[in-house]
């Protein structure tokens, strides 16, 4: 019984140190929908399974996340960003284009992007960085160009004109 008592009070005194849910900042309201990521998925799971599934998606993103948010030309830019929301909803964004059956949550890429002054040379650098990342996953590189080319037309709605 006092065993039982002791376990019982390592476990909540567990839960009490760790948050329920993940602390995302919130944001102001707006209409959630697939055509939010920006552009149509591929079809099949031939790309999915490309990019190693998921899991390589989450790999992918952490990686370029941690070089555009330490890279000295860029990192002032994500200052003020709840990385965890940018986080999940990128990759959710990515696994959705590629094929994945999820939905995209996040904002539209114009509104996204409003107040964040990103120019054309922030932008190939996190390109840059995107393709290390991939490389390091071992994408082979025509499915690597093949997101790429989905991801291109996004810029003029990301960059400051
Ligand atoms: C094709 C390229 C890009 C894609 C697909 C993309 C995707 C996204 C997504 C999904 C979000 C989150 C939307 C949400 O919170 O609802 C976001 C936010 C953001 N992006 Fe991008 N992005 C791109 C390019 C860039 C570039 C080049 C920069 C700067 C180097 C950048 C900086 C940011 C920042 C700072 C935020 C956070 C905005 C905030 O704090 O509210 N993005 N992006």
Redesign the pocket.
């Known amino acids: 019984m006092i065993r039982l008592l002791t376990i019982s009070a390592a476990v909540c005194l567990a839960m009490a140190a760790t948050p329920l849910l993940a602390a995302e900042k919130p ?1 102001d309201p ?1 209409v959630q929908s697939n055509a ?3 552009v149509t998925p591929f079809a099949g799971d031939e790309m999915l399974r490309a990019f190693h599934g998921p899991q390589g998606v989450s790999r992918i993103v952490d990686e370029m996340l941690a070089r ?1 948010t330490t890279d000295p030309r ?1 990192k002032e ?2 200052a ?3 990385m965890e ?2 986080r999940r ?2 990759k ?3 696994v959705y284009i590629l094929g994945g059956k999820v939905d ?4 539209d ?1 114009k ?3 409003r ?2 002054g ?1 120019q054309q040379t ?2 190939n ?3 840059e960085h995107l393709q290390t990342a991939m490389d390091h996953e071992h994408v082979a590189f025509r499915a690597q160009n093949r997101l790429l080319a989905k ?2 037309p ?2 003029r709605d ?2 400051v004109r």
């Not at 995209?104 to 904002?107: A, D, P």
């Open positions: 944001v707006y939010n990521a920006g555009v860029t830019i994500f003020a960003t709840d929301r940018l909803v990128l959710e964004q990515i995209y949550t996040g904002r890429m509104t996204a992007h107040d964040q990103v922030d932008f650098i996190l390109v991801l291109a996004m810029e990301v960059v």
